[in-house]
DNA sequence: CAATAATGACACTAACAAGTATCATTGTAT
DNA sequence: ATACAATGATACTTGTTAGTGTCATTATTG
């Protein structure tokens, strides 16, 4: 009933340019994401996901087998995407702040959701989400940790990813909390940091 | 296609006493859980749960409003049980097993995973479990730490709640490893309060 | 013992959704 | 230029599912 729902088409006919096609299958996977967190992957409709991405069915059909195959290319290149975006920090705090505010933000806690909720039925795109994410986090971690405060310290990386996520983490899994602000993120990641003894000892 | 979905019917007809209608209700309840958690919210149909619960649809639907009523009153149900039938532990470190124990079994990440996939949808039960759970072990947790470490420790609840779900926790939501034995559930829960110099100075 | 609540069995309806088919149309590729 | 790939528009097929209706049956309740 929304907005996105009742967009139609917008496009030109006719056959795209190989550019204009890549283009078309990042829209159609962009325009997912909303769809499935507002429905759930079981209740969301190839109608829906085809309204969303101003496109029709047939087009949808064109560029994926199946409802199955636009969720987990969406997950996918979502995934790699986060991953590959991850600009490298300066110091440890800064590193910190930035994966508390990544994981809190709207897009990242959806995609966990779907992932999560379908777990059962796409057991490969946890494995995926987990491998391109958490696993990624914590080496990153782990290496500043490392450089930053000493050999000794790095066994630290796994508590401190865990208590960057924390109980804000959770509520925002259930929709119980907003998305951080940056403020809050950086005071977050200065308290994990403070309790695990890694916070540099300025002034 | 599992034997839980094949069974049939198995209660004789007739009118049931004031206790079998209890007990049918939580029978209904009962076997509502996994067959949400092999299909999802979503795709799972009432007559797969009628099966489940060997009883015909009409049945289901003299007890619950619709798919969602079914849905609701089994979450509710499952989180009150879980607040419930918390026994009183002695320490501060067989509290913190417990805690681990528990929140990594199969019963309880299947619920979490089913109410955050769903949490958009169904926010009041997100917030039901989050209060049932999550506030009361943390609740728990500080009454122990207060207790037998001291008022000053007792900030730290919350950070020991993160730790002892940790890492591991996240897996278990996305499905990539099994639940913990007691022995792992005590190791685990002895790190995290060692790492917040919370660990009794015992031997 | 009579009234009736609850059930199983089973058919049925109405809605909805996945995926396909057609066809005219447009613009790319060669 | 000409073939043809991809699309929008639209209708259609086929299967599924939520929820209801009916009726005989059983046993509780009063």
Redesign the interface.
């Known amino acids: 009933m929304s907005a996105r729902e009742a967009a139609r088409p917008v496009r030109k006919r006719g056959r795209p340019t190989a550019i204009e096609r890549v283009e078309r299958r990042a829209q159609i996977l962009e325009a997912a994401l909303p769809v499935f967190?507002?429905?759930?992957?079981?209740?969301a409709t190839v109608d829906q996901l085809a309204t969303a991405a101003r496109v029709t069915k047939r087009t949808i059909y064109s560029y994926f087998d199946d409802k199955a195959g636009v969720f987990t290319a969406m997950v996918r290149t979502l995934a790699t995407t986060v991953s590959s975006d991850a600009p490298d920090a300066d110091t440890l705090e800064s590193l910190a702040t930035r994966i508390v505010y990544r994981l809190n933000s709207a897009e990242l806690i959806g995609l966990?959701?779907?992932?999560?909720?379908?777990?059962?039925?796409f057991?490969e795109l946890?494995?995926t989400?987990?491998d391109s994410g958490?696993s990624r986090h914590?080496a990153r971690l782990a290496d500043h940790i490392r450089s930053e405060r000493g050999q000794d310290a790095a066994p630290?990386a796994?508590?401190l990813?865990?208590?960057l996520?924390?109980?804000e983490h959770?509520?925002r899994?259930?929709?119980?909390s907003p998305p951080a602000t940056a403020a809050e993120a950086a005071a977050h990641a200065d308290r994990?940091l403070a309790?695990?003894g890694l916070l540099a000892e300025s002034e």
């Open positions: 967190l507002d429905h759930g992957y079981g209740n966990h959701r779907l992932v999560i909720g379908e777990s059962t039925r057991p946890a494995r989400l987990h958490d914590i630290r796994q508590p990813f865990s208590l996520l924390g109980e959770r509520k899994l259930l929709g119980l994990a309790l695990l």
